[in-house]
């Protein structure tokens, strides 16, 4: 029993490691395509909320409430280019260079829930 319990632990740790705060996801798109950032969630695992935040202010860009599935989009900058699915993924639609950078989803279901992809806009 011990064995196990330890065992347990030393595995929760270890995907901690592998799932910490710090791992960055690489993803690069053409100028004009259309990308999606997968918030991690899955549609059985309901969040009550989960954010974006973008760039070196990480200022919310756009944020579901899954309870009643309202959508917000508060950064001008995106002004209709971004789509929420049921899960809390993020799709740019058509993208531009200065798109590029740190994008960030939390949730409120769990505080470990914290994906960064660091999104490159390559120009034709
Ligand atoms: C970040 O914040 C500064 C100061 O509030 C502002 O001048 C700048 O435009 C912001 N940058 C972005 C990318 O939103
Ligand atoms: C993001 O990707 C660009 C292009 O590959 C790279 O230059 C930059 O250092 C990366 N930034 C971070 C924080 O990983």
Redesign the pocket.
């Given at each position: 029993m011990f064995v196990m319990i330890t065992f347990f632990f030393l595995f929760s740790w270890s995907l901690a490691g592998v799932f910490g705060v710090d791992e960055?996801k690489?993803v690069?798109v053409t100028e004009g395509e259309s990308v999606t950032l997968n918030s991690g969630e899955t549609e059985t695992q309901t969040a009550d909320l989960i954010m974006w935040s973008f760039g070196q202010n990480n200022s919310l860009i756009a944020k579901i409430n899954r309870q009643n599935n309202k959508r917000e989009f508060p950064n001008e900058r995106f002004r209709d280019r971004l789509k929420l699915d049921q899960t809390g993924s993020l799709t740019v639609t058509n993208t531009r260079t200065t798109d590029s950078g740190?994008y960030t989803v939390r949730s409120t279901r769990s505080v470990t829930l914290r994906n960064t992809f660091?999104l490159?806009i390559y120009g034709e």
């Open positions: 960055v690489s690069s740190l660091n490159t």
